[in-house]
Nanobody, 122 residues
């Protein structure tokens, strides 16, 4: 079971980004999917989450600028960001709370993607 993130890169201030993250493996269901970020010298922080029913939650600094969405059929979560600021510069990580097949049983676990760098230049 793994998450594979894509997108990111170098963006000018005021520009936009689109990140994608796809889950694969023996996944029975996915509950919450989300994006987190970690800037140099800082702790990892929540950016946004979305439940399987589409309920979203955003960190205050990205409200109105970022949009999280998911495609349940593709087990994929997206993050669209507009009006990017230099302080959005960070490594962005996707996360999913999944139920996976474990032999004859199912278990719930949290998995992380590999991280993708977003750099916003001023």
């Amino acid at each position: 079971v793994q998450l594979q993130a894509s997108g990111g890169g170098l963006v000018r201030a005021g520009g936009s980004l689109r990140l994608s993250c796809a889950a694969s493996g023996s996944i029975l269901s996915i509950n919450v999917m989300g994006w987190y970020r970690q800037a140099p010298g800082k702790q990892r922080e929540l950016v946004a989450t979305v439940t399987s029913s589409g309920t979203t939650n955003y960190e205050d600094s990205v409200k109105g600028r970022f949009t999280i969405s998911r495609d349940n059929a593709k087990n994929t979560v997206y993050l669209n960001g507009n009006s990017l600021k230099p302080e959005d510069t960070a490594v962005y990580y996707c996360n999913a709370e999944v139920t996976v097949q474990n032999g004859l049983m199912a278990r719930r676990t949290s998995i992380w993607g590999q991280g993708t760098q977003v750099t916003v230049s001023s």
